[in-house]
């Protein structure tokens, strides 16, 4: 059984920061496309940050409204990720959720999701 497990969170003031990383565990064979996304109380689940799987180099990709206060990084070799969150406003408080694309030892590829988050950003 594979998971995805975030941690992390908290409340924050206003210009502060957070580091969220995300764990997994089970039988990975391999880490695809893995993300950030968040949601928001009466709102849609909405992505933050997305990263791919390169040899050596990732691409990454970001919501324009955390560019250059955000950066999403992660380790193959432990099959985690973390997401650095800068500048943090309350229009960030939202649950966030680990989103990652996973091949499985004799089981194919399927998308997993963490179970979510809490950031509560106060002004």
């Known amino acids: 059984q594979v998971q995805l497990v975030e941690s992390g969170g908290g409340f924050v003031q206003a210009g502060g920061s957070l580091r969220l990383s995300c764990a997994s565990s089970?039988?990975?064979?391999?880490?695809?496309?893995m993300g950030w996304y968040r949601q928001a109380p009466g709102k849609q689940r909405e992505l933050v940050a997305t990263?791919?799987?390169?040899?050596?180099?990732?691409?990454?990709n970001y919501a324009d409204s955390v560019k250059g206060r955000f950066t999403i990084s992660r380790d193959n070799a432990k099959n985690t990720m973390t997401l650095q969150m800068n500048s943090l406003n309350p229009e960030d408080t939202a649950v966030y959720y680990c989103?990652?694309?996973?091949?499985?030892?004799?089981?194919?590829?399927?998308?997993?999701w963490g179970q979510g988050t809490q950031v509560t950003v106060s002004s």
């Open positions: 089970g039988s990975i064979a391999r880490m695809y496309h």
């Open positions: 990263i791919t799987n390169g040899a050596s180099i990732f691409s990454t």
């Open positions: 989103n990652a694309k996973i091949l499985r030892f004799a089981l194919g590829t399927a998308d997993y």
